[in-house]
Structures are given as C-alpha cells and as structure tokens.
C-alpha cells in the first residue's frame, strides 16, 4: 500500500529511515551498486522527498505503527523556551533584538532596520531552500521575547559550513538560556537533519559564548579572521556529539 514520507530519522547505525504517514518507518539506504539514492545523504535532498510516495509493506501485512509521531522542527520547545521558524512578520522583535547596544556589541554592533529587513528576507529565504535556519526565542512561560538561535550555511574561510548561532535580550543572560537551545539545536542538527558536524565562533574576547560551546560539547579548532575579527572557531561532529550522548549514559 502505497504510503507518503513525512520525515527521516537516523537508526543507531546511522541509516536512514523514512517516516511514513501510516506510521512505519522504512530504511531507504544509498547502497551503490545495488541500490541507488544519493539524495537521502543531504537534507535538501531529503527535504525534496518529503510527500513522496513509498510501497509499505508492514501496512500490506496489517502490521500496527512503530514510529513516534514526527515532531516539526519549525517550532521547537525546551523546557523553557519556544523556538519558532523565522517568519517575514517577525521583522518588528527581530528589530528589537538588532537595535540594542548590548546584544549587538559582541555581533558586529547594532543593525539599522534596512539591514534587520534584508537579514530577515534571508532567514526566511534560508528555511525554504534547506528546510532549516534560525528560531525567533520566546520565554515559554509568558510567550515574551527573548532572542534568536539556529543553524545557517555560512562561508567560513572560503569553506561552506553549517553554523550554529545564539544571541539573548540582556535580561535572559546567565540564566543558561544559551546552553538549553545550543543543545536543543544539536539534537535538530544531528538527529533530526544527520547532519555531519557543526561550526560555532565567536569574538577571542567572548568567553561566555565560547564556555557554551564547550559545555554542549564543541571542541575549539583554530583561530579564523570572520567579517575582520579575530574569532575562536569550534568544531562538533556527530559522531562526537552521540559519542558524548553515551558517555553521558554510561556515568
Ligand atoms: C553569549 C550569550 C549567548 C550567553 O548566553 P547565556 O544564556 O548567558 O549563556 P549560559 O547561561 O547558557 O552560559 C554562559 C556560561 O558562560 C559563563 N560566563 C559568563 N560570562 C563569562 C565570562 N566573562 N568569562 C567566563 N565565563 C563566563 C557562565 O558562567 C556560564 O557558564 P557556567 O554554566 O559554567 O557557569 C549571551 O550573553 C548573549 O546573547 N550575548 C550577546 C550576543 C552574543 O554574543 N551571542 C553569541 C555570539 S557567538
């Protein structure tokens, strides 16, 4: 009976598993020469597959469903956050969090409302095309704003790679806010997308930022020059990332 793909998820040995609208998963692998789907290896590629139909043979055989439903990552919840996708009628909070001294004076200072509009028209642009990008932040409690995060491409060096990003309201610092969507954006990034690994950087002088990346397991790899600053640049792959996860379960 034929089926529509909802989403992917990676099994424990980092196949990929199509999820179904029945609720079956189906392992839909790129296994060269037998089997040929060189797509489901990048997001997009997944992405573009997302209602596509597949032959499933647990509905055939009356089998009951085995998979969680599929949660979107368009809005994410922590425990004490709701992370929504960048939508255009966001510009006025993105505003908000562009225009103040203190968040912005560790992000290249603050941004006029042109560039805030043009930055805004690329967030959203970045969802569409790879079905990921930033999050607006709202306090879950009283739906308040509190910040942005997310993953975005970015050219580093020359090098396309996927990084992520948080930033606060000064009223939510130090409240390990940062921590909670740094690992909440992990979890999207390597066991929602699969992706491969992340980049996180910051100013030399940003200890704050750099002591979050280490807490959520980002291991410092070199020092880079990015829009003409000195920046500490740190690296996490996923095989690290689940590596973390288990030593983590093991104490
Ligand atoms: C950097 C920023 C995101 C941190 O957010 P946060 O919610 O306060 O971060 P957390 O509370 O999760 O963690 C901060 C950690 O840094 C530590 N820290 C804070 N200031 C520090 C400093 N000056 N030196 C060393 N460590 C510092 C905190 O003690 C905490 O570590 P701990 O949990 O081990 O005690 C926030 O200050 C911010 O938005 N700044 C402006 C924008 C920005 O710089 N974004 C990052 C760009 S890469």
Redesign the pocket.
């Known amino acids: 009976m034929e089926q529509l793909i909802i989403g992917f998820r990676l099994d424990e040995v980092d196949d990929w598993v199509a999820i179904l609208t029945c609720g079956h998963g189906q392992h839909v692998r790129h296994e060269p020469p037998l089997t040929f789907r060189p797509w489901v290896l990048t997001p997009q590629g997944r992405q573009e597959k997302i209602g596509w139909p597949l032959n499933c043979v647990r509905c055939d055989r009356g089998e009951p469903p085995t998979e969680e439903p599929m949660k979107p990552i368009d809005t994410v919840h922590t425990e004490r956050l709701i992370a929504e996708r960048f939508q255009p009628d966001h510009f006025d909070l993105l505003c908000q969090i562009h225009r103040n001294p203190a ?1 912005m004076a ?2 290249g200072g603050v941004r006029s409302d042109e560039t805030t509009r043009q930055n805004l028209q690329d967030y959203v642009a970045h969802w569409e095309t790879h079905g990921f990008g930033l999050w607006l932040l709202r306090d879950r409690a009283s739906r308040a704003l509190v ?1 942005r995060a997310g993953l975005k491409w970015i050219d580093v060096g020359g090098n396309r790679e996927i990084e992520l ?4 309201l000064p009223d ?8 909670e969507i740094a690992a909440a954006s992990l979890a999207v990034g390597f066991e929602r997308l699969g992706l491969e690994e992340l980049v996180c ?2 100013l030399t002088t ?4 750099q ?2 990346m280490e ?1 959520v397991g980002f291991v410092f790899e070199r020092e880079i020059v990015h829009t003409g600053e000195a920046m500490l640049l740190y690296r996490l792959t996923r095989k690290a990332y689940r590596q973390n996860a288990t030593d983590r379960e093991i104490v």
């Not at 990003?165 to 606060?168: A, E």
């Not at 939510?172 to 921590?179: C, D, E, F, K, N």
């Not at 940003?206 to 930022?209: G, Q, T």
């Open positions: 968040v560790t992000l910040g990003g948080y930033t606060f939510y610092w130090g409240r390990g806010l940062a921590t950087f910051t940003n200890f704050a930022s002591r979050v807490k």
